[in-house]
């Protein structure tokens, strides 16, 4: 195998957001999301779950797509701090190999792995989504959630990730989804949002379904759950409250202002794709 935890780190073929997320980790790692960095998922308008509860609905969601039996190998692609991919591990009894491109995150990542008694089973890596250190066919499963917004080249990344999956295995993709074009104030809300998490620009539903198909990857599901993760945009705002970037870093506004998430949220234009794909 060629999955060597110590693979040298090369100069990733994404946008860089390791620093992103780096800037993130205070309270992402804090008591407000508890290490994940991701939407919640809330089943009605009566659902009363906390935003921590509700990012863990989403991942047992992912879970549940995968359909994963014991001793099973999957790829957790974007980890973040890894506790995704440690409560996946933990219900399914799956080997988990996470790989995000910031430093931060994989040292939190294996701290929490340490501590849950998982490092047997769940490792991290500094790796790129355009090239994994994986042999092809090497996983029964993957998941992406949130990673395919900072990707320039989509098809590169999931023709990679299909490359690695062994033939009839799932693929689950949860992302920020433009739903359709926006001008005017919305457009400059959607740019100053892509800047703010240096995305290359939101995918839309047609993008998503041909990058998948060229990729040789089939689609199963393609739903837009926007509806049910909105009040996200709210409760990271109100997490972030507190929280004050370095002042000369250029995301420092947006992060530190408790408009700019929320308004970006309630765009109707902006969706939220949840979508299973299986390798050919």
Do not use: K
Not at 68 to 83: H, M
Not at 167 to 172: F, I, K, Q, R, Y
Not at 201 to 217: I, K, N, Q, Y
Not at 220 to 241: L, M, W
């Amino acid at each position: 195998m060629t999955d060597d935890p110590s693979v040298r780190h090369t100069a990733p073929s994404s946008p860089d957001t390791g620093p992103v997320h780096d800037e993130q980790t205070e309270t992402a790692d804090g008591t407000a999301v508890d290490g994940n960095i991701h939407v919640g998922y809330w089943d009605s308008a009566d659902d009363d779950r906390s935003l921590n509860q509700a990012t863990d609905r989403l991942t047992d969601l992912v879970a549940e797509r995968l359909a994963t039996a014991p001793g099973q190998r999957l790829l957790d692609v974007g980890c973040g701090t890894g506790r995704p991919a440690l409560r996946i591990a933990r219900a399914t009894g799956a080997r988990v190999s996470g790989i995000s491109v910031s430093d931060e995150d994989i040292d939190l990542a294996r701290t929490r792995a340490d501590a849950a008694a998982l490092a047997g089973r769940v490792d991290f890596r500094y790796a790129d989504a355009c090239a994994l250190p994986f042999d092809a066919a090497s996983f029964d499963g993957a998941w992406a959630i949130e990673c395919l917004m900072h990707i320039s080249d989509r098809t590169a990344a999931l023709t990679e990730i299909a490359r690695t999956l062994r033939p009839g295995s799932p693929l689950v993709v949860t992302d920020v989804l433009l739903r359709a074009p926006v001008t005017g104030d919305a457009a400059e809300t959607v740019r100053q949002t892509c800047r703010a998490f240096r995305s290359p620009g939101f995918p839309g539903p047609v993008e998503l379904r041909t990058a998948l198909d060229r990729a040789g990857l089939e689609t199963v599901e393609f739903n837009d759950i926007g509806e049910h993760v909105r009040r996200t945009y709210q409760a990271f705002a109100d997490a972030f409250d507190g929280v004050r970037p370095t002042p000369g870093d250029p995301h420092y506004e947006f992060f530190t202002s408790t408009r700019s998430l929320p308004r970006f949220g309630a765009l109707p234009e902006v969706g939220y794709v949840f979508l299973v794909a299986r390798r050919r």
